[in-house]
């Protein structure tokens, strides 16, 4: 079945940091793939995503391009602020809609200043 | 920008007791959900719902659970006989007809039992 796989957390940086959190997944055909985040006490945001092999979405200073020859979908931002400290999920759908969204277990970063 | 609102905001309730968590999805999608996220671990699918009924299930939707779309705007969990592992943040969210286009979650009821 469908499966995304995340690094594990805490990751915890400076401020204007590089930040890279991994993402792999498992699907039969060609999935879309997303980054959602949820800041301390709120519900779950669209990040980014990308639909199709070589897509790269991005938003907000972060950006991830869709692998499927590594099927990855990782995370990065050239220089982190103390206000992304929240827990990024990744995630994936079939591409038919109304398929459930699958999410990774979360990673968890914390900046400081 | 349209988004997902969900009543209420908190819930406690005593074990073995109904509850019906609620929903009002982006007016123009089509496919809605429940998804949980018990403290600190990961974000489940509940359930998908389109044109009237369960479109995809999985094994936590179980029979004390149901949903419902009473009218053309509300979209309800509701779960029957209330258990101490039900303590979760539930998520409603909606997504539009093609699922490239991603889904919009609401900001969640946390539901405590006690």
């Known amino acids: 079945g469908n499966s995304v796989t995340q690094m594990e957390g805490p990751v915890t940086l400076s401020e204007e940091a590089f930040l890279t959190i991994n993402c792999t997944y498992t699907a039969t055909g060609y999935p879309s793939l997303f980054w959602y985040v949820q800041y301390p006490g709120e519900g779950l945001q669209l990040l980014l995503k990308a639909t199709k092999a070589d897509d790269k979405g991005s938003n907000k200073g972060f950006e991830a391009t869709y692998r499927k020859e590594t099927t990855s979908f990782h995370l990065e931002k050239g220089s982190v602020q103390v206000s992304d400290s929240a827990v990024y999920f990744c995630?994936?759908?079939?591409?038919?809609?109304?398929?459930?969204?699958?999410f990774g277990k979360g990673t968890t970063l914390s900046v400081s200043s | 920008e349209p988004e997902v609102t969900q009543t209420p905001s908190h819930q406690v309730t005593q074990m073995g007791q109904e509850v019906i968590l609620r929903c009002v999805p982006i007016?123009?999608?089509?496919?809605f959900y429940w998804y949980r996220q018990i403290l600190g671990q990961k974000v489940e699918f509940l359930v998908s719902f389109y044109n009237n009924e369960i479109s995809e299930k999985s094994e936590i939707f179980d029979d004390q659970f149901s949903v419902e779309r009473p009218d053309g705007s509300n979209f309800t969990l509701k779960i029957r006989s209330t258990k101490l592992e039900d303590s979760a943040m539930y998520f409603c969210?909606?997504?539009?007809?093609?699922?490239?286009?991603?889904?919009?979650f609401g900001s969640g009821t946390r539901l405590t039992v006690v």
């Open positions: 969210a909606s997504s539009p007809q093609t699922a490239s286009y991603g889904y919009t």
């Open positions: 995630a994936l759908s079939a591409n038919q809609a109304g398929t459930a969204l699958i």
């Open positions: 007016s123009n999608h089509l496919y």
